[in-house]
């Protein structure tokens, strides 16, 4: 049965909030849109006229959606080929959702997302619903079947787990942007040492190619690892540009709220290197090159104009 279209609407308001939602308890843009998706078919076969808090109730049907995708998804990524890391979304995309504070902006950045998948489904939720949307604790009780205690113990351990592994700190926006463009000129220079002094020292570099795309399986560390590969990578070859299908329009943008090299061929976006850039230096790397993840990248990249690439490559 066709819902009323004042009920559609209603749903249609809360679509963007629940793709943010999705998102960031999934690290995946076409996953979220699907939770998304089944969660309006459920509202669509629900007593709507029953429900007192449409809100609330989309939430629990879409946050318990995305656990039981996690709990599957855990089992898919031990088998997956490589470095597993989110699908990148460039700036403007709402599925970012709410950028207000800097937690906000923290929990959809890669370094967090990817932090996100060492915690249990619950704690990943708890912690997503409070840090990201400022859900209280009695509403994240009521929507994982929890107490409101239980609630605030998750999050703090949650919240301690990911703390555990990022000690970083904001970088103004102009400034990050002037760094990846001293990266980038480091990188095509064909020495080591001008990149080594752009690193921290305990630096990392993680590419996800899926099995499609070639990625090492294993992280690059350390300064003069990271800057050794780097130069490698940004070294023409006839091999490379046969690879990558023609010649790299080499953009700087943002994705996920970090500062970003943006790889383009033909309209087509092949790569998407996220920065974690520090006032100590470049502390990370996250390349993603599986082509699966992005496509809602090219997507967007075609409905905007981003001018002229900083220099094309290969």
């Known amino acids: 049965m066709a819902l009323p279209v004042s009920d559609v609407e209603r749903f249609e308001a809360s679509r963007p909030r629940l793709e943010a ?3 960031r308890l999934l690290g995946s843009a076409s996953e979220a849109e699907d939770a998304v998706q089944e969660t309006y078919l459920r509202w669509q076969a629900a007593d709507v006229a029953r429900v007192e808090v449409p809100e609330a109730w989309l939430t629990k049907v879409l946050t318990n959606l995305c656990l039981n995708q996690l709990t599957s998804a855990r089992a898919r990524r031990e088998t997956y080929v490589g470095q597993w890391l989110p699908e990148p979304l460039l700036a403007g995309d709402p599925m970012l959702g709410p950028a207000d504070t800097a937690e906000q902006r923290e929990s959809v950045s890669f370094a967090v997302l990817t932090l996100l998948e060492r915690l249990t489904p619950g704690e990943r939720a ?3 619903l409070r840090e990201a949307f400022g859900y209280p604790h009695r509403e994240i ?7 409101e205690a239980a609630s605030q113990q998750v999050f703090h351990r949650a919240k301690r787990h990911v703390a555990e592994g990022r000690t970083r700190t904001e970088v103004d ?3 990050a ?7 980038l000129a480091a990188a095509t220079s064909g020495r080591t040492e001008p990149l080594v002094r752009l690193l921290t020292a305990d630096a990392v570099s993680i590419g996800d ?11 690059f560390e350390g300064a003069r690892a990271v800057a050794t590969f780097m130069r490698g990578l940004f070294k023409p070859g006839t091999a490379k540009r046969a690879l990558a299908g023609g010649t790299v329009a080499v953009h700087v943008d ?5 500062p970003a090299v943006v790889a383009v061929v033909d309209g087509r976006v092949i790569g998407v290197m ?3 850039v520090t006032p100590e230096g470049i502390a990370g790397f996250r390349n993603q090159v599986n082509p699966d993840k992005l496509e809602r990248a090219t997507r967007r990249w075609a409905a905007a104009d981003h001018g002229e690439p900083l220099f094309h490559a290969f």
Request: proline share 2%; net charge neutral; charged share 25%.
């Open 21 to 23: 939602i999705a998102y």
């Open 126 to 128: 708890v912690y997503v």
């Open 141 to 147: 009780a009521a929507i994982l079947d929890l107490t």
């Open 173 to 175: 926006g102009a400034a």
């Open 177 to 183: 942007r002037r760094v990846v463009e001293e990266f």
């Open 209 to 219: 190619g899926g099995g499609k795309v070639p990625a090492r399986t294993k992280a």
């Open 254 to 258: 943002t994705a996920n709220g970090d």
């Open 274 to 276: 996220c920065l974690e």
